[in-house]
């Protein structure tokens, strides 16, 4: 069987209790798709609770328009007041406390605008990929 896990991965942190996955894999054919994963912790704490979304190329455009024109309307329409940086700016306030615990001086402010330089120029996730904590094994789908 082929290894469906070695193309990309990209693990996203949303809260105490759900994690998002994004995998690339392929098909037998040798084409490729997204899975988006949404995994939940159990409220018993007993396992988790998952749901897939299977995204082929020809709907790749059109998922990316509408969930953009969605975020959008959200941030500009119903809710342009609220900040919705600031959780970036909480991880870039932890992180810049656990570098002053190293004796290396950066600043939050440095650390925000180098992050928001990097995901305009390269579009690269925030997400460690390498961060394993909920591993296929453990989850159950």
């Known amino acids: 069987m082929e290894n469906q896990h070695g193309f990309f991965s990209r693990k996203l942190r949303a809260g105490k209790r759900r994690t998002y996955f994004f995998d690339v894999r392929s098909t037998k054919q040798g084409d490729y798709f997204v899975t988006i994963t949404e995994s939940k912790r159990k409220f018993d704490r007993s396992g988790y609770d998952s749901h897939k979304i299977f995204l082929y190329k020809e709907d ?12 959008n309307h959200i941030k500009t329409e119903l809710n342009p007041d609220f900040d919705y940086d600031a959780y970036n700016r909480e991880v870039y306030q932890e992180q810049a406390e656990e570098n002053r615990n190293e004796d290396e001086e950066v600043s ?6 180098n992050d928001a330089a990097l995901k305009q120029n390269n579009n690269k996730p925030l997400v460690d990929s390498s961060d394993q904590e909920l591993n296929d094994e453990a989850m159950s789908w």
Not at 108 to 113: A, G, L, R, S, Y
């Open 60 to 71: 790749f455009q059109s998922f990316k328009d509408s969930l953009d024109e969605t975020i």
């Open 108 to 113: 939050v402010e440095d650390n925000f605008k």
